[in-house]
């Protein structure tokens, strides 16, 4: 089981795609406030390379770390603008109220911004994945730098 080469792009991969599933999720999208799961996705993917190979590097931990989190943005990105496609119309009833009963000068152009952003799916997805990409990919090289320094050389058993 020691000195195999970890495949790291596949467990990126996967570790990335179930992070992103579970960040997008109602409910469980609730522990992601503090990064959460993209930080447990990059440290399950240093787990995972440390279990095939043996040992866990620092570099091999942060660069699988920070591959799941870039998978992780991608899947995040496109469960988040479905799901938010799926409840624009009450979102934006939302917003209009919520923006009447604030009695501030709050200029056109932001409403305006605010409606593309609800009703255009393509500016919804730029918008989450421009914020997720930086977050996910930091979360997961955390996550995955802590997976190194925990595991290290320490032989699996």
Same mark, same amino acid.
């Given at each position: 089981?020691?000195?195999?080469?970890? =495949?790291?792009?596949?467990?990126?991969?996967?570790? /990335?795609?179930?992070? /992103?599933?579970?960040?997008?999720?109602?409910?469980?999208?609730?522990?992601?406030?503090?990064?959460?799961?993209?930080?447990?996705?990059?440290?399950?993917?240093?787990?995972?390379?440390?279990?095939?190979?043996?040992?866990?590097? %620092?570099?091999?931990?942060?660069?699988?770390?920070?591959?799941?989190?870039?998978?992780?943005?991608?899947?995040? *990105? %496109?469960?988040?603008? $479905?799901?938010? *496609?799926?409840? *624009?119309?009450?979102?934006?009833?939302?917003?209009?109220?919520?923006?009447?009963?604030?009695?501030?000068? $709050?200029?056109?152009?932001?409403?305006? %911004?605010?409606?593309?952003? &609800?009703? *255009?799916? %393509? &500016?919804?997805?730029?918008?989450?994945?421009? !914020?997720?990409?930086?977050?996910?990919?930091?979360?997961?090289? !955390? /996550?995955?730098?802590?997976?190194?320094?925990? !595991?290290? =050389?320490?032989?699996?058993?």
């Amino acid at each position: 089981m020691t000195d195999r080469k970890p =495949k790291v792009f596949l467990t990126a991969l996967l570790s /990335g795609i179930l992070a /992103g599933i579970v960040s997008a999720t109602p409910y469980f999208s609730a522990l992601n406030c503090c990064c959460f799961w993209f930080i447990l996705g990059g440290f399950w993917a240093g787990f995972i390379i440390w279990k095939e190979s043996g040992n866990l590097p %620092v570099g091999t931990g942060i660069g699988a770390g920070f591959l799941t989190g870039i998978f992780a943005a991608v899947v995040y *990105s %496109v469960l988040s603008t $479905i799901l938010f *496609s799926l409840s *624009s119309e009450s979102t934006l009833a939302q917003m209009r109220e919520i923006l009447s009963q604030m009695n501030q000068d $709050i200029p056109p152009e932001f409403i305006e %911004v605010m409606e593309q952003l &609800v009703q *255009s799916p %393509v &500016v919804a997805f730029v918008s989450i994945f421009a !914020f997720s990409i930086l977050v996910a990919s930091l979360g997961g090289l !955390f /996550g995955g730098l802590i997976a190194s320094l925990i !595991f290290g =050389k320490r032989k699996v058993s």
